[in-house]
C-alpha cells in the first residue's frame, strides 16, 4: 500500500514557474514508477510525467517536453515536478501516482493521490 500527498500548487502568471511535490509514504517507494497526470475543467485526465523507480529514464506528454522536468529522491521518498515557462493551457488539478510499469495510461498506476490545483493566469 502507498498513499501519496501532493502539494505546491497554486496561482501563477503566465511564463512563471511552480514546483509540485508528491510525498509516498512506505519503505519500497523505489521499486514505483512515479507518474504525473493532469485534468483540466471538463475535459479527461492527461499524462504529463513518468519516472522509473531509479530516476534513470523519464518520459513527457509532447505538451510539456522541454518545460516540465520530473525528478524523485528515493532517500527522502519524494516525486517532484518543476514546471517551467508555464502558461494558461497549463491549468489543472495535477495528481501523481505509483505504478509497477513506466506508461503514460492511467491503468497502469495503482495508487493515486488527491491531486493540487495549478492555475495559470494570462
Known amino acids: 500500500q502507498v498513499q501519496l500527498v501532493e502539494s505546491g500548487g497554486g496561482l501563477v502568471q503566465a511564463g512563471g514557474s511552480l514546483r509540485l511535490s508528491c510525498a509516498a509514504s512506505g519503505r519500497t517507494f523505489s521499486r514505483y514508477v512515479m507518474g504525473w497526470f493532469r485534468q483540466a475543467p471538463a475535459k479527461e485526465r492527461e499524462f504529463v510525467a513518468t519516472?522509473?523507480?531509479?530516476?534513470?529514464?523519464?518520459g513527457y506528454a509532447d505538451s510539456v517536453k522541454g518545460r516540465f522536468t520530473i525528478s524523485r529522491d528515493n532517500a527522502k521518498n519524494t516525486v517532484d515536478l518543476q514546471m517551467n515557462s508555464l502558461t494558461p493551457e497549463d491549468t489543472a488539478f495535477y495528481y501523481c501516482?505509483?505504478?509497477?510499469?513506466?506508461?503514460?495510461?492511467?491503468?497502469?498506476?495503482?495508487?493515486w493521490g488527491q491531486g493540487t490545483q495549478v492555475t495559470v493566469s494570462s
Open positions: 519516472i522509473s523507480g531509479s530516476g534513470g529514464i523519464t
Open positions: 501516482a505509483a505504478g509497477p510499469v513506466r506508461s503514460g495510461r492511467e491503468r497502469e498506476y495503482d495508487y
